[in-house]
Structures are given as C-alpha cells and as structure tokens.
C-alpha cells in the first residue's frame, strides 16, 4: 500500500512564504512525476506545478516566479515553496505522485488527503 501525506500548510499573511512537503511511503519500486495540485472553495482542482523524475518541472501561470517545485528522490518527497502568497491561492493543497509498486508494474496515480493553505489578513 502507498501513501502520500503533506505537511507544511497553515495560515499566512499576503505576501508571505510556506513550504509544503510531501512524502510517499509504502511499496515504491519508483516514482515518476510528483505534482501538486490545489482546490478552492468552489472551484474544480487544478495544477499547481509538477517535476519529473529528471528534474524538469512545469508551472501554472498564475504561480510562475513565485512557487518553487523540488524533490528529493532518496526520501520520496516532493516540496513546494510558495513565496509572494496571495489571497488568491487559498486552497486545499493536494499532493499527488505517478507510482510503480513493483518492476514491471504499471504505475498508478496516488493522491495525499491535503493540506490547508490560507492567505488572509
């Protein structure tokens, strides 16, 4: 079983920084792309930003030059760091990871349960 659990989230002022974590456990054999993705209220998730086993990286565009995507492939953990935060990213943060459990497995696509970030005055 694989699980992916995200820490990091909580209530900051606008223009202040988080760093979210997220690491996977579990039966890995290997993780492709790593990725987080966010939901406000009422709005469907969407991508914020995802990495490759390789280190290439991709950006929504309303986060470009603010968040940072990184992993740390020997701990299973991908990070994102969310600088210049605005009342607009207030959302449920989810973390979401491409994972094979075994060789010649197919990989699955697994999602953290979340984690709240709140940009408010």
């Known amino acids: 079983q694989v699980q992916l659990v995200e820490s990091g989230g909580g209530l900051v002022q606008p223009g202040g920084s988080l760093r979210l974590s997220c690491a996977a456990s579990?039966?890995?054999?290997?993780?492709?792309?790593m990725g987080w993705y966010r939901q406000a209220p009422g709005k469907e998730r969407e991508l914020v930003a995802h990495?490759?086993?390789?280190?290439?990286?991709n950006y929504a565009d309303s986060v470009k030059g603010r968040f940072t995507i990184s992993r740390d492939n020997a701990k299973n953990t991908v990070y994102l760091q969310m600088d210049s935060l605005k009342p607009e990213d207030t959302a449920v943060y989810y973390c979401?990871?491409?994972?094979?459990?075994?060789?010649?497995?197919?990989?699955?696509?697994?999602w953290g349960k979340g984690t709240l970030v709140t940009v408010s005055s």
């Open positions: 979401n990871a491409d994972i094979s459990p075994a060789r010649n497995y197919d990989a699955m696509a697994y």
């Open positions: 579990g039966s890995i054999f290997s993780i492709n792309v």
């Open positions: 990495i490759t086993s390789g280190g290439s990286t």
